[in-house]
């Protein structure tokens, strides 16, 4: 290729690029019009991982899949759930999970745990034992736009016995879980998953209170393509810490990040990752019969963070007793205990920075019960709920919905589906007073039969925050689970642009 025909290449690649700047900067000399502002419009291709749900043989697990109706979305699609393979413990991978040979040796697949119905109504399916495995999910068209799915695990009796809770998350490359644990006490998993189909490269660093804690094994993870890994904490390091903050950042690649926390007295529940680092946190929908209440927080600069700590109540923000500030140092986990910080109302933990704003990441331990009867769960923070978002497999006796404006007053729409066996959707409106939490009396769907969804839809400008809490009594212990609702991610930005020429005429 001679310099004339570069120079032709580069020349036409320039102003391709001068082009698409002078569409997207705002109007030109000339007094075009700025380009309007971008659409937000339905996403065509969603994806969703689902953690292996227990090791015990007397687990039961439901799974429920919704997806909101999305207006301007696609007329068709399918979603689907595929089990993942199962990484062994020594790394070099294990047998495909629902898959297996037949007697003429050709692979055969299991049947899936559910399948996803129309939008708007919700999808069940269930599964029981330690052999359940991890799933990978995948939606487009229609079902993409908010799809969500709830994996929800009854355990009866042993470690870990009570309700745990997760609502399965899409893939990405860093994660937080301030809120784990290496004590004798308890047995967390990290749980790995890779959708994709190359390999993934991850490192899980530990952090205690004194600082990071060494964990060679930790470094340089492989994830083989469509496995799931659970990685026991404890198998880490030699260090027993009641709180640690664990962050995973993938090297190349991309999976989903969860922990299982299990405690042979307390129960046991999914830690899902807190909220991006940020200087203001919120920790919404603490049950109102918390019998004790820990907060775990974490920095990852190079500065100390100094927080105010506030209680969103009924009635307003207040100051927990005896709480008032909590001091963070650089690189390393704190835990502050605040009991009963709710006193039998609705409440969400508030976090400011009391001078210089310094990102940090938190989690509430919640118990609920006493003595032998207690059960725990975790609440990390979380993003708003911003457009909209969605909680599925909720009943009528059994759903706590929270809601909570930290910072103004807001109007807050809330959808009941149509139940998983039948009836019709309902609508209702809220206002949150600005500071306030409040437990709302959550529509339930005319002529309900089964499980449904709930969605929210704040229809003013101040950011509302939520959180579903299940509940499930079983021999006198008080089962419960808590998943934040942030964003569903169902719409996505998509700016307009025109060519605007009359730039090169300058």
């Known amino acids: 290729m001679n310099r004339t025909t570069l120079s032709l290449i580069a020349g036409a690649g320039a102003l391709a690029a001068v082009t698409a ?3 997207l900067a705002g109007p030109s000399a000339s007094g075009a019009a700025a380009p309007t502002a971008a659409a937000h419009l339905p996403v065509e291709r969603t994806s969703l991982l689902c ?18 109706v999305t207006q301007g979305a696609a007329s068709d699609g399918k979603a689907r759930l595929q089990p993942a393979a199962e990484e062994s413990v020594d790394g070099t991978g294990g047998t495909q999970q629902g898959k297996g040979k037949g007697k003429d040796g050709k692979k ?26 991890a799933l990978i999910g995948t939606a487009d068209g229609k079902f ?21 809770g997760v609502t399965c998350t899409p893939a990405d490359t860093e994660f937080w879980f301030p809120g784990a644990s290496t004590a004798d006490s308890r047995t967390d998993y990290l749980h790995l998953t890779n959708p994709d189909d190359s390999a993934a490269v991850v490192d899980v660093e530990l952090y205690g209170k004194n600082g990071a804690i060494k964990s060679p094994l930790g470094e340089n993870l492989t994830v083989k393509p469509h496995t799931s890994e659970p990685i026991l904490l404890s198998t880490l390091t030699d260090e027993r810490q009641d709180d640690v903050t664990v962050h995973v950042s993938v090297r190349s690649g991309r999976v989903g990040a969860t922990v299982q926390a299990l405690d042979g007295k307390t129960g046991g529940d ?6 991006d680092p940020a200087g203001s946190l919120v920790l919404p929908g603490i049950p109102k019969d918390a019998t004790d209440v820990r907060l775990i927080a974490f920095t990852p600069g190079d500065a100390d963070a100094d927080l105010t700590i506030r209680l969103a109540s009924p009635s307003g923000l207040i100051t927990p007793a005896g709480n ?28 400011t920075p009391t001078d210089q704003s310094v990102p940090v990441v938190a989690a509430l331990q ?81 002529g309900q039969g089964g499980t449904y969804a709930l969605t929210v839809e704040p229809l003013t400008g101040a950011p509302v925050y939520a959180a579903r809490t299940l509940t499930a009594t079983e021999s006198g212990i008080p089962g419960f689970t808590v998943q934040t609702l942030p964003n569903d991610r169902g719409l996505v930005a998509v700016p307009k642009t025109d060519e605007d020429l009359s730039i090169l005429q300058k």
Do not use: C
């Open 144 to 164: 993409a736009p908010g799809w969500t799915v709830q994996e929800t695990t009854e355990i009866a009796a042993g470690t870990g016995r009570g309700l745990q």
């Open 21 to 23: 700047f002078a569409a």
């Open 270 to 275: 999914w830690l899902a990752a807190s909220a």
């Open 51 to 68: 953690p292996a749900p227990s090791v015990s043989d007397i687990a039961d697990t439901s799974y429920t899949s919704f997806t909101p």
């Open 324 to 351: 008032e500030t909590l001091h963070v140092k650089s690189g390393m986990t704190t835990a502050a205990d605040l009991g009963p910080v709710t006193r039998g109302e609705a409440g969400s933990l508030v976090l």
């Open 366 to 446: 919640v118990l609920r019960g006493k003595g032998a009867n207690q059960e725990m769960a975790f609440i990390p923070a979380t993003a708003p709920v911003g457009t909209r978002a969605t909680s599925a497999d909720n009943s009528a006796k059994g759903t706590t919905l929270a809601l909570t404006a930290p910072t103004g007053t807001a109007r807050v729409k809330v959808t009941a589906s149509a139940g998983s066996d039948g009836g019709t959707a309902v609508s209702k409106t809220y206002t949150i007073g600005s500071g306030t939490t409040q437990d709302i009396e959550a529509p339930v769907p005319s």
């Open 108 to 133: 055969t697949t299991a049947e899936p745990v559910l399948t996803p119905k129309a939008p708007g109504t919700p999808a069940t399916g269930d599964t029981s034992g330690a052999d359940a495995p």
